[in-house]
C-alpha cells in the first residue's frame, strides 16, 4: 500500500513538474505564424507586428527563436535574428546558415540575394579586382566608379521602398475590417449574446491574416439576433448559421478541468474604416509599388551591364 501511494504521489509530482515546464518554456500559448505570412521577404521583415506568442527564449542558448509552419507545414522555431537581419549578414558560415531557414520555411533563394551585404560585399570585390587589373586610364575608373554609385543607391531606394510597402501593407490589412461567418451549437444564452461551440469563417479567404479564424472552438456571439439561430423553432438543441460578424479579441480561458481553453469574441457593432482611408492607403502601395518594380528593372539591367563589363574586360 506504502509502495502503491509513493507511486502515486511519483507520478502526480512528474505531471506537476511537465505542465510547469511547458508554461516556463511557453508551449501552451505559443502561435507558430504560417508561411505565407513570412515569404518571400522573411529576413527582411519588420518586427514589429511579430505577435508576442510566436516569440520563446530558448533555455539552452538564451538566443530568441520565432515559432513557423514551414513551407512543409511543420511546426518549427527559427533564429529571430533573421527574420530582419539577412541583409546585414557579413559572414560565409551565417550566410549558409540563413540560406538553409530560408529554404526550409520558403524555398529556393530570396529575390534580395544580391543585395546582402557578404553577397554583395564578395561580388564588388570580385569585381572591384577584375577593374583594376583591367582599367585601361582615369576615364574608365571613373566610369566604373559612377556605375558602382548609383547601383548602391537603387539599392538604398529598393530598401526604403520594401520596408515602406511592408509597413502599408501590415497596417492596411489591420483596418481592413473582415466579416465572419458563424456556424456551431448554442451553448448558452444571455441577454444580447450567443454563446456558441463552433466555427467562424472569414469570408474574405484571400486575406493573409486571418486572426479571427475558429474551427471547432467556443464562441461569443455579442448583439445577436433572432435571425441567426438557423433551427426550427420546436427544436430542443439551437444551432447559428450567422453572418456579418467581426472578430473583436481573443480571451484566455479555462474549462472545468483546468486545460487552456481560448474563447473568441465577435460583435456586429465595430466601428468600420472609411473606405476614402481604405482607397488612399491602396493607392498609396500601389504608387510605391510601381516605383519598387522600376528600380528592380533597372538593377537588373545593370547586373546584366555589370558581367558584360567584366566580361569585355578579361
Not at 529576413?43 to 538564451?62: A, C, F, H, R, Y
Not at 546584366?304 to 569585355?312: K, V
Request: contains cysteine; hydrophobic residues 40%.
Amino acid at each position: 500500500m506504502k509502495l502503491q501511494n509513493k507511486l502515486i504521489i511519483k507520478i502526480l509530482f512528474l505531471g506537476l513538474t511537465f505542465v510547469v515546464l511547458i508554461k516556463w518554456l511557453g508551449v501552451e500559448k505559443r502561435a507558430y505564424l504560417n508561411s505565407d505570412l513570412v515569404c518571400p521577404s522573411f529576413g527582411n521583415l519588420p518586427t514589429l507586428n511579430i505577435p508576442k506568442e510566436s516569440v520563446m527564449v530558448d533555455p539552452i542558448s538564451s538566443s530568441r527563436r520565432i515559432g513557423i509552419r514551414n513551407k512543409l507545414g511543420e511546426r518549427k522555431l527559427y533564429p529571430l535574428e533573421f527574420v530582419d537581419g539577412a541583409m546585414f549578414i557579413k559572414t560565409k558560415a551565417e550566410l549558409h546558415e540563413y540560406l538553409a531557414v530560408y529554404a526550409d520555411i520558403c524555398g529556393g533563394k530570396p529575390s534580395f540575394y544580391n543585395s546582402i551585404d557578404y553577397v554583395k560585399l564578395a561580388r564588388l570585390k570580385k569585381v572591384e579586382t577584375k577593374r583594376l587589373e583591367k582599367a585601361r586610364n582615369k576615364m574608365e575608373r571613373k566610369e566604373w566608379g559612377n556605375f558602382y554609385a548609383r547601383e548602391k543607391r537603387l539599392n538604398s531606394d529598393r530598401s526604403f521602398l520594401e520596408k515602406r510597402i511592408s509597413f502599408l501593407r501590415n497596417k492596411l490589412e489591420h483596418i481592413t475590417p473582415i466579416s465572419f461567418k458563424v456556424i456551431g451549437k448554442v451553448a448558452e444564452k444571455t441577454k444580447d449574446s450567443l454563446i456558441v461551440f463552433g466555427s467562424a469563417l472569414p469570408d474574405n479567404s484571400g486575406m493573409k491574416d486571418n486572426i479571427g479564424f475558429v474551427y471547432n472552438g467556443v464562441i461569443i456571439l455579442k448583439n445577436a439576433k433572432r435571425t441567426d439561430i438557423a433551427s426550427p423553432e420546436y427544436y430542443t438543441e439551437k444551432h447559428v448559421l450567422a453572418k456579418d460578424f467581426y472578430f473583436v479579441k481573443r480571451i484566455d480561458g479555462r474549462d472545468t478541468f483546468g486545460h487552456y481553453m481560448p474563447v473568441s469574441v465577435y460583435d456586429r457593432k465595430i466601428k468600420v474604416t472609411s473606405p476614402k482611408i481604405l482607397s488612399d492607403l491602396k493607392k498609396e502601395i500601389s504608387f510605391y509599388e510601381k516605383k519598387l518594380s522600376s528600380i528592380e528593372k533597372e538593377l537588373k539591367d545593370m547586373e546584366r551591364m555589370e558581367e558584360h563589363l567584366i566580361a569585355t574586360a578579361m
